[in-house]
């Protein structure tokens, strides 16, 4: 070892604890796996500093307080560096290894040492620098950004590869990503952590591969602590994964993830990934008529030659300074001017006058479901007057009752193809991809599509309340019934749900469903319909008949996945064995499919 590097340690002041450890060589490596998810190898591993064994400087973060306490940060950082290649040649080991380094104690460590010596000093410990991943902690922020890109360089430039640590853990910069260039970036545990249950960590995940795609950069999440977490980033498409589940830190390097680990990562099943309703569109969707604001002088002949010029205009705006105050509607306005004497009297006077100086504002930038509210006001001139339409507080243009109401429900109706508003459960769209996932994985399992019988004249006989406190009990009979971490549940829409099954015992958990669900509708009924075995209602012709109670159908599709190519044809396929099973009065049949050609067709609810 180099005069330089033994400098590292014998230089360190052994008044305190860490001092006197490094100058014993007290440091010690401990190596965790970095797993390649789609093949379940190991890619390489990260060395991580441990002091003695059951002593008070024994965790890294003890190690890290004392280095910062006893102004030895640099030659600590430093000396892990040395301390885990050193220990990597030692074992044996030939693998790629990732090296933790904060970026100021590299731009110091350059300073100090050039280039090619820093290389002679690895390659003299006997590792090759091609083989070595320098992981940039941010520990704290990078405090000459330009010297550390120009140290990075030269460094990139002899064979040294580079990673970012912790991304996303509020002190990491996306900058940083951009102009570092790393070859990997490692996610922060906090979005690992539950993500099989967390939309938003799921969608965040996917933002952050889409900008690692922009970027060339692989992806490493961290912190896989469960076979849930493992399962969800394999199918997200995440490179490589590191956490206890997989491996955890051992002073010897693994060959292998852990068996638990294997057997997920071997597994064909695809995760149930958590829906999350389609935010609403912003309102700057909204359609905006740019009408110039009029000033609150402007007369009322002004207004009208305004108004016969525009014809398109449904109302002017008035401002002053940007600052919204009233809104005139134009056939309200034109009624009033028409009327005998209102020119003579009124012609010269401001028109703000008439108008409804208490508009309806709207920020342009506001989402569309939030609207709502809006529609269902006390306030309600807005229908014939329109409203104003503000960014940042400045007015820009009129929006109009009418294009209001289009806009909200557009957005109700493409947030409830991703999740049903009566049930909450995920629509047509995320059923659709769930679908395909299990398509492409190649993964066995089974679509089962729920329908109910006779659930039409139970829902004119006592109401659409009545009719939806139904469907919501066969969502929670159904959702109790399954494993929602296997298991897809959907709304398809109407008294139509989808099961995607991967559970061994889905034959019984439908069954089981059935027949809690039967027993239950009965309770829904009042006691006469009870006492008589159901109701007298109009059929689909119109003709009164009498009708037993609402029960549940299944059919169930085992899907071969060389049968499908398209979401469609599964979904098609599996109402066919429903619609047999509710003709056949069974509550459950259960087909093998088999391979043959399927015609397109929109996911839908099923007939009859």
Not at 166 to 172: A, C, E, K, L, P
Not at 262 to 270: I, K, S
Not at 436 to 452: P, T
Request: aromatic letters at 8%; charged letters at 25%; a negative charge.
């Amino acid at each position: 070892m180099s005069n330089w590097l033994n400098s590292i340690f014998d230089s360190a002041d052994e008044r305190g604890p860490l001092g006197r450890l490094l100058r014993q060589r007290g440091l010690r490596s401990v190596y965790q796996p970095i797993i390649e998810l789609r093949t379940g190898r190991v890619y390489a591993h990260e060395a991580l500093v441990r002091g003695p064994r059951a002593m008070p400087l024994q965790s890294p973060d003890a190690l890290f307080a004392a280095a910062q306490r006893e102004g030895l940060l640099l030659n600590f950082e430093l000396a892990c560096v040395v301390v885990a290649l050193q220990s990597w040649v030692a074992a044996g080991q030939s693998g790629r290894l990732f090296v933790n380094v904060s970026a100021n104690a590299l731009v110091q460590a350059t300073r100090r040492r050039s280039i090619e010596s820093i290389v002679e000093d690895i390659g003299a410990l006997g590792f090759t620098a091609n083989s070595l991943t320098l992981e940039i902690t941010e520990h704290e922020h990078v405090v000459d950004v330009e010297a550390f890109l120009e140290s990075a360089r030269q460094l990139r430039s002899a064979g040294l590869r580079f990673a970012l640590d912790d991304f996303g853990d509020g002190r990491s910069s996306l900058r940083l990503w951009a102009e570092l260039a790393p070859d990997v970036v490692k996610i922060d545990r906090y979005f690992t952590h539950d993500i099989a249950r967390h939309a938003r960590k799921v969608q965040t995940v996917r933002a952050l591969m889409q900008i690692a795609d922009v970027f060339g950069t692989s992806l490493v999440a961290e912190g896989i602590e469960t076979s849930d977490e493992l399962r969800v980033m394999r199918d997200l498409g995440i490179d490589w994964g590191q956490g206890f589940f997989l491996g955890r830190p051992e002073p010897a390097p693994r060959e292998a993830p852990e068996d638990a680990a294997r057997e997920v990562l071997a597994d064909p099943r695809v995760a149930v990934l958590p829906s999350m309703r389609a935010a609403g569109s912003a309102g700057r969707d909204l359609e905006i008529l740019p009408i110039p604001a009029l000033t609150p002088i402007a007369t009322n002949d002004e207004v009208v030659s305004l108004l016969h010029a525009n014809p398109e205009w449904p109302a002017v705006a008035f401002a002053e300074d940007d600052k919204p105050l009233a809104i005139l509607e134009r056939h309200q306005f034109l009624d009033r001017y028409a009327r005998g004497y209102f020119k003579e009297i009124f012609g010269r006077k401001p028109a703000i006058a008439f108008a409804n100086t208490a508009p309806l504002v709207i920020e342009r930038n506001r989402e569309i479901a939030e609207l709502v509210d809006v529609l269902t006001s006390h306030d309600q001139r807005y229908l014939t007057d329109g409203f104003l339409i503000t960014a940042n507080g400045r007015y820009v243009g009129i929006g109009t009752a009418q294009q209001l109401v289009r806009r909200v429900t557009e957005s109700r109706i493409e947030a409830a193809r991703h999740a049903n508003p009566l049930t909450l459960l995920p629509g047509n769209v995320p059923i659709t991809e769930h679908i395909e996932r299990l398509l492409k994985s190649g993964a066995q399992f089974v679509a089962c599509y729920f329908d109910l019988c006779d659930f039409k004249p139970f829902n004119d006989y006592y109401g659409y309340w009545r009719g939806d406190e139904m469907i919501k009990l066969a969502a929670s009979t159904l959702l109790h019934h399954i494993n929602p971490q296997r298991d897809f549940l959907g709304h398809v829409g109407g008294d139509d749900f989808v099961v995607l099954f991967q559970n061994e015992d889905w034959e019984q958990c439908c069954r089981r469903a059935v027949d809690r669900f039967n027993d239950a509708a009965m309770l829904l009924y009042d006691e006469e319909a009870r006492s008589a075995g159901g109701i007298c209602a109009d059929d689909r012709l119109g003709i009164q008949r009498f009708f037993r109670f609402t029960t549940l159908y299944a059919g169930a599709l085992q899907v071969d996945t060389s049968c499908f190519v398209r979401a469609e044809d599964v979904a098609n396929a599996a109402a066919r064995v429903k619609r047999l099973a509710k003709a056949r009065g069974l509550g459950l049949v259960i087909e093998l499919a088999e391979r043959r050609a399927h015609s397109p067709a929109k996911l839908a609810p099923a007939p009859g």
